[in-house]
């Protein structure tokens, strides 16, 4: 009796977890940034990761409470993955639930061998299979698993690496087919509450597995990584530190910055500085 009722307490905990956690921030960011419309046809893109399998499970979610007309197809993209992570896959599929459709392509042979950013010429090549797959499925979307933890990695990762200043955006029109967009509904999600769904339900899911990639982690060299790191120090002494790199996306002062780029066309300070500028 005692065991029902502790189950019982568990189940309450989770549940209340998983909608104040997750379901609560998902559709946050989905009615904020007007990601989903009725009649929408949405590829739901599964890598194998903690991050994507919960976004298919809040996406069945959000179905369940029917309030327009949209469709689901669970897009699962085999890029050469080997036998064991492929059943992981399909396993943690079946085990939550989710009605997948896996596609192959061979992309892990294709960069392997290359020296300078597999990694970026990898997730170039994954978006366009998947850009494709989906519109052949008659999907006018994609939904992508980054949650708020890749955003403001990505946003520091410009400045410190790259030079720039600019963010993963929540949604985005594709360059290279028409009419499809790209969605990120994860966006207000944090990266903790995800692994502490997975952890809660016991699953283990993949992480990269590209050999390149692993080797990477491994020996501390991944740039996101030692991103995660930094953020991570700095937020013991500065509590906010998290929600300020995110925020900083929001409030930029093009009266304070020396030159910013619209719609591919460069603006510099000096263009109207004579025209209002003051100390």
Known sequence: MTDMKDKNERDITASRAFKEKLFRPFTKAIVEFDMIHPNDSIGVCISGGKDSMLMAKLFQELKRHDKFPFELRFIVMD????????????????????????????????????????????????????????RELGCN????????????????????????????????????????????????????????????????FLRCACRFTEACEDDGSSKRLETKLLIRELKKTNPRVEAN?????????????????????IHKFTDDYDNGGEA
């Open 141 to 204: 979307k994609i939904a992508l698993g980054h949650h708020y933890d890749d955003v403001i990695e990505t946003n520091l990762m410009g400045m410190l690496w790259g030079g720039q200043i600019q963010t993963m955006m929540p949604k985005l029109h594709s360059q290279n087919y028409d009419g499809m967009e790209l969605i990120r509904p994860l966006y207000y999600v944090r990266e903790k509450d995800i692994e502490n769904w997975r952890d809660r339900n016991d699953l283990r």
């Open 79 to 134: 890029p050469g993955y080997n036998e064991e992570n492929r059943r992981m896959i399909e396993d943690n599929a079946a085990k939550l639930d989710i009605p997948i459709e896996i596609f192959e392509t061979r992309i892990f042979d294709a960069v392997y061998k290359i020296d300078k950013s597999p990694c970026y010429l990898c997730a170039r090549m994954r978006r366009g299979f998947l850009y494709q797959r989906a």
């Open 245 to 265: 790199i995110f925020n900083s996306m929001r409030n930029v002062n093009t009266d304070t910055v020396l030159a910013y780029k619209m719609h591919g066309e």
